[in-house]
């Protein structure tokens, strides 16, 4: 049988589960190709470091200079993190005549075009699909699947690790900090797991996806976002009771006057898909305008979810088929001009949700819904529990402060906005005002 000889770079949780696959299913891995995907090299940092996979001798080496002076490795796995020494590595193992499988998002968000001109230059591909919701088939769909479609919008959740953190929080009591470090025990986590529950990680593969949806060229950081990392137990608490659950909500959806991107906590309704996707697990929901509503779930992080994505673009690297897509497609062209237009984030239209700590006062309500009013934002609904606090009747805002749950009708983002500032000012708002997205 014919054989194509792969190198894996960077042998961390993903790597290690590509290797895995290779060597315990090479069974499976040749029925599909048609040949013998072979592990030549794996590339380490550190000779030394336990490696959760047993590699056959010969094959784990410190030195990328033994993929890169290999003429036999045609194919690699490019599996280390982060931007550089990824971009530097991934450019000479190019330059060196490999196709490139890689799963790093953030390096394709922040160096796309670069690298994919380069590929494209030197007659080379990049596959990607493990670069966005792990072990979900998105890239092929969009990119291949749903191509006789405009697609019209594209929302779900992007981040297994915020996921994760906010079903634990939700359904366990547990604590942030506990969540965040079992993430980063189960391999969900990115190397700094800021760029997790900061949105980041979503905002990146939010660009991936509108840029192969859309034609966008979108640089990551112009995507407004939010993450996790300011949500308190009590919002998941309150929502809860609303009847909704907080998701981590990657949306991009295409009006008359350009394309709405946006990433951050959601209250979703209790009972739509969205809002029952647990723990790691990611969805995406995609209206194409032929196709209509198409809906994907599956685990979007962690080790054998996202080899899964790997092992099949090397498959597919190996016989061909990427490299066809690759050329054909046209993935992140300099030379293309971007197909749409981003709209001004301050016009997008939706409910909101308000949690704001306020003194126990005479008027701070009404002076709450005066500035809603000015801005043009109707109530729908209010809570404000009762405090035994306010028993004691001493009126001292420190002493007696309550939580004032607001959920509105639809209001533009930069209403919402300005109201917000406006709100943090008012003399009997004692700490800042959360302020999230309501999607019935
Ligand atoms: P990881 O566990 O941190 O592994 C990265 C590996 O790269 C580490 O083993 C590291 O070595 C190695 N490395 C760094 N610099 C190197 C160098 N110069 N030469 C050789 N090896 C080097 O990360 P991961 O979770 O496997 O993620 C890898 C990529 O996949 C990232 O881009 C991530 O965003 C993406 N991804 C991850 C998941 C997931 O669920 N984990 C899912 C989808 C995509 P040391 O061990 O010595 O530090
Ligand atoms: N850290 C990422 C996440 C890995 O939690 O979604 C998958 O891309």
Partial sequence: ????????????????????????????????????????????????????????????????????????????????????????IMLDLLEAGKDIVTANKALLAQHGPELFNRARELGRSIAFEASVAGGIPIIANISQCLSANQIVSLEGILNGTSNFIVTQMDERGASYDDVVRQAQKLGYAEADPAMDVDGSDAAQKLAILAHLAFGATVDWNDIPRVGIDGLA???????????????????????DDGLELS???????????????????????????????????GLGAGQMPTASAVVADLIDTAVGRTRLTFQTLEYFSIDQPPRVKLRDADTLVGRYYFRLPVSNHPGTLASIATVLAKHGISIASVIQHETSDEADGSNDPQIDPVTLVVMTHEATAGAARKATLEIESLATVTGPVVRLQVKD
């Fill in 233 to 255: 137990a009590d919002d998941l608490t309150y929502a809860r009771k609303l009847g909704y659950r907080i998701k981590l909500l990657g949306v991009a959806k295409l009006a």
């Fill in 1 to 88: 049988m014919e054989k194509t000889n792969i190198a894996i770079v960077g042998m961390g949780t993903v790597g290690t589960g590509v290797a895995r696959l290779l060597l315990d299913h090479g069974d499976r891995t040749s029925r599909h190709a048609g040949r013998t995907l072979w592990l030549k090299k794996a590339v380490v940092r550190d000779l030394q470091k336990p490696r959760d996979v047993e590699l056959p001798d010969g094959v784990v080496t410190d030195s990328i200079a033994d993929v890169l002076n290999d003429p036999e490795i045609t194919v690699v796995a490019q599996l280390i993190g982060g931007l550089e020494p990824a971009r530097t």
């Fill in 263 to 297: 990433v951050g906590p959601t209250l979703v309704k209790i009972g739509t898909p969205l809002a029952e996707v647990r723990d790691a697990f990611n969805a995406i929901r995609v209206i194409g305008d032929a196709v209509g509503p198409v809906f994907y779930h």
